[in-house]
């Protein structure tokens, strides 16, 4: 399936369209309570999580405990009800966000049988937390906007189940892979080639989409599920996944829970459930505007697979791939990337290190020290008008998207990923 059939398959522009519509009195008391639910937005959701797994444990099977401690997904939700809420007159405006929540759910097994019970725990902690503020009136008008935000989920996220479901080589909810093999990319990052048990066709995918893998670890007491990009190109009998091991940070940031089970105990042979390829962040193929793709550490997965697609799919497309890592011990995948660049006249790589060690320096064999910066980059690349695409931690995101805004670099032509948040980048404290 091509990308574009891909693309309108999922297109939910129709549901928008025949989405319940909300009484226009209570559409009032939503518009005068906005700033209140605004206001106490996180202190809501936060109570509404702690409700609903008190009352349906079995949704910790679903959610990622770590995004809960670090407040992740309690901020992610506030603002995606918020967000919603907001638009409620015509969701055409959040459409990017919806549909980026939408994937996400699909990805994660999300069903129409967990709104009631998401609706009812988010007006219960909305009642709760607002006290006497919240009448009656006004808990009645957020129900039935919550039913209304609820729909079109719903409505979208059936599309995009089937789509996933009748692919060629697609398939519904989990379906068992096999470690081919695992291959240390750096001293932080392995990567795990994985064969459908089956031995029959796999789906297809947009270079930047992921998957989610489902691990049952000895001792935890409820399943772990976490997404990771697709990190070499579609088009192959394996999907590959390349996992940072998330070491303790501190006191307070213990080693994350999953990355540690897949480095240290997940082994070539073993079975991991897996859903079908999702994901809103994707590679535009139509288009031979030259390609700009800056990844910082972990961030390197999903632009992997796009260097990897672009590479295979056009020989003319040029290609400039900047990666920044502390040094070269943590620098995955750098001789793949040497070798394409040496064997592809297309292919241009630039290497940024914050903290080279005495044989890099040795070596000579970086182009930058530090940062990553809208200066270098000037004097690095021959032209803005190419297609952005970035990936990696928040601070270094920040940074890049500063850059190339303040370079003049049009909104449509600036892509990137968060893994976990569905914020806006300027608005990451
Ligand atoms: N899209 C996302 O949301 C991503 C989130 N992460 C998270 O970030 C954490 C760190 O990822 P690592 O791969 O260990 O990254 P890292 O610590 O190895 O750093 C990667 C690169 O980012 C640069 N960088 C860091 N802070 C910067 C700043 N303020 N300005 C400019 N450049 C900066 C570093 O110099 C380095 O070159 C991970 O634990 C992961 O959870 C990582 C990648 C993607």
Known sequence: MSNTQIKEKNS???????????????????????????DHGEQITKHFYKRMFKQHPELLNIFNQTHQITGHQPKALADAVYGAAANIEDFSQIMPVLERIGEKHRSLQIKP????????????????????????????????????IADVFIRMENKMYKTAE???????????????????ESD???????????GKEIASYIPG???????EIPGEQYTHLRQYSLSDRPGQNYYRIS?????????????????????????????IPITAPAGDFYLDLDTNLPLVLISGGVGLTPMMAMLNTTVNESSNREIYYIHAA??????AFRAHVNDLAAGHKNVHSFVIYEKPSEDDKEM?????????????????????????????????????NKALKQWGVPEERIHYEFFGSFGKLEEIE
């Open 12 to 38: 939910w522009q129709e549901v928008v369209k025949t989405v319940k519509t909300l009484d226009p009195n209570k559409l009032e008391i939503i518009k005068a309570t906005l700033p209140i639910v605004k």
């Open 113 to 148: 049988e967990h709104y009631p019970i998401v609706g009812e725990n988010l007006l219960g902690a909305i009642k709760e937390v607002l006290g006497d503020a919240a009448t009656p009136e006004i808990i009645d008008a957020w129900a039935d906007a919550y039913g209304v």
């Open 166 to 184: 009748t692919m060629p080589g697609g398939w519904a909810g989990y379906r068992n892979f096999v470690v081919e093999k695992k291959v240390k």
């Open 188 to 198: 932080v990052i392995t990567s795990f080639y994985l064969k459908p048990q089956d």
């Open 209 to 215: 989409q992921y998957i989610t893998v489902k691990l």
């Open 243 to 271: 996992v940072k091991r998330e070491d303790p940070k501190g006191d307070n940031i213990p080693a994350g829970i999953v990355s540690t089970y897949l480095h240290t105990h997940v082994k070539e042979g073993d079975t």
């Open 326 to 331: 502390i040094n070269s011990q943590l620098h």
């Open 364 to 400: 000579k064999n970086y182009d930058k020290e530090g940062f990553f910066s809208l200066e270098w980059l000037q004097q690095s690349l021959p032209t803005k008008d190419a297609d952005f695409y970035f990936c990696g931690p928040e601070p270094f995101m920040k940074v890049v």
